[in-house]
């Protein structure tokens, strides 16, 4: 699969099977990320991969912020349907890695490093495309806990994460479409 095709073809993807993708194949599909455009080749992303252990552990907490999300009113069941939900949605993705960046400069760098860690996670995603593995990033309350910070062995002081990249070889892949061209493209005098 060329580049281009591999942009256009490229989904987020939701539903995996169940097999987690091997160590070698992680390596060689994040290697892609460090080839992505940064500012001063200040190389600013950071990759976790999630263990069983900690995979648990942060599934177990992704119930307990879903569980949270019920209704004043709502009675023990129900609760606890969002919550066993919640718990089997994030337990159901094969491999999860957290992808943080650097943060140690003012403002203007932080953010030229955040753009460049999205641009490194971009170029996972392709690669990973590219060898039938799929993606989705994913971000929300649990990537934004002090604990999860701590979980993940990442100074929150020093670190700021991007997100989770969920990743595995598709069980689904949904049709995507885009705006066309016109609706975003402009051109100045």
């Not at 194949?25 to 950071?46: D, K, M």
């Not at 004043?72 to 890695?97: E, N």
């Not at 943060?103 to 460049?116: F, M, T, V, W």
């Amino acid at each position: 699969m060329d580049v281009l095709e591999a942009i256009e073809s490229r989904r987020s993807v939701f539903k995996f099977k169940p097999e987690p993708v091997a160590n070698d194949v992680i390596e060689r599909v994040f290697s892609y990320g460090r080839w992505a455009q940064n500012h001063h080749l200040t190389e600013p992303w950071r990759f976790v991969v999630l263990g069983p252990e900690t995979k648990e552990t942060l599934a177990k907490r992704y119930a307990e912020i879903q569980r949270a999300k019920a209704a004043d009113d709502a009675d023990d069941l129900a609760k606890q349907a969002l919550a066993d939900a919640g718990y089997a949605k994030f337990y159901s993705k094969p491999t999860i890695v957290a992808v943080s960046c650097v943060q140690d400069g003012d403002e203007i760098k932080n953010r030229e490093d955040y753009a460049a860690a999205c641009c490194a996670m971009q170029n996972i995603a392709l690669a990973g495309w590219a060898q039938g593995v799929g993606m989705q990033w994913t971000t929300g309350p649990v990537t934004l806990e002090t604990e999860t910070y701590k979980l993940l062995g990442i100074d929150q002081g020093a670190e700021y994460i991007i997100g989770f990249m969920y990743m595995g070889y598709p069980e689904e892949i949904k049709d995507g479409s885009r705006k066309e061209l016109g609706e975003v493209l402009r051109y100045t005098e």
